[in-house]
């Protein structure tokens, strides 16, 4: 148990639904990001919130949608995808004030895009 | 660009024997770390050496950096069939942002 959590743990959805991802944290971090994680590729970063605000977005499209509401919670807002965007979906968190920048990993949505 | 970049890509081994993997950057970093990942859950981070440390340990875990060469590697001695996963190093630059390798899948056969 790293102290970060990801519900659903499987998803399966056709291309016309929306649906969301769900991590959360009580490490008292205050960065969180997802990376999206397919086979035979590094991860990829896909968006960074630092105290709840947007910090980075790796020219993600915008059928991803993530949402911040607090340091604690992170939402992925997933609509119209395409089955390309089958992948593992990992959320980590972090405290920047640590110069280390070690991240806490939750263990990942395997979302499957019929 | 991708920063760390592991080698080998595969490596299988009995139960028993070291496990070496390398891991390769091209930029000047702050710190460079080893997560490990079992199959399709999330990673877990292992160890962390920084910059200006050239070797670390942590139970059966040796991590060593050479910064002149951008290069680092990660020593399992004494593998055990719980050690088969995927291991991962990733590079933190100045501005602290962290950039991972490809990954390195360990086989340890019983």
């Known amino acids: 148990e790293t102290g970060v959590t990801q519900t659903p743990r499987h998803l399966v959805m056709g291309m016309t639904n929306k649906k969301s991802l769900k991590c959360e944290q009580h490490?008292?971090?205050?960065?969180m990001y997802w990376y999206k994680q397919s086979a035979k590729k590094p991860l990829e970063l896909m968006f960074v919130?630092?105290?709840?605000?947007?910090?980075e977005n790796n020219s993600v499209p915008s059928r991803f949608s993530p949402e911040c509401p607090n340091s604690s919670h992170l939402f992925l807002h997933l609509h119209t995808l395409q089955p390309e965007d089958s992948a593992l979906y990992l959320c980590?968190?972090?405290?920047?004030?640590?110069?280390?920048?070690?991240?806490?990993f939750g263990p990942g949505t395997r979302l499957t895009v019929l | 660009s991708q920063q760390g970049e592991e080698d080998p890509q595969a490596l299988s081994i009995q139960e028993g024997e070291n496990a070496t993997m390398n891991c390769s950057y091209k930029?000047?970093?702050?710190?460079l770390q080893w997560y490990r990942q079992n199959s399709g859950r999330g990673l877990v981070h292992l160890i962390l050496?920084?910059?200006?440390?050239r070797e670390k340990h942590s139970g059966r875990l040796r991590v060593t950096l050479d910064t002149s060469k951008k290069s680092s590697s990660l020593l399992i001695t004494a593998s055990r069939a719980a050690d088969t996963a995927s291991y991962f190093c990733?590079?933190?630059?100045?501005?602290?942002?962290?950039?991972f390798g490809q990954g390195t899948e360990l086989s340890v056969k019983p």
């Open positions: 990733a590079t933190v630059n100045q501005g602290g942002k962290l950039i």
């Open positions: 919130y630092n105290f709840k605000e947007q910090t």
């Open positions: 490490l008292g971090h205050n960065a």
């Open positions: 050496i920084r910059s200006n440390e």
């Open positions: 930029t000047s970093i702050n710190n």
């Open positions: 980590a968190s972090t405290r920047t004030e640590d110069t280390y920048n070690e991240q806490f």
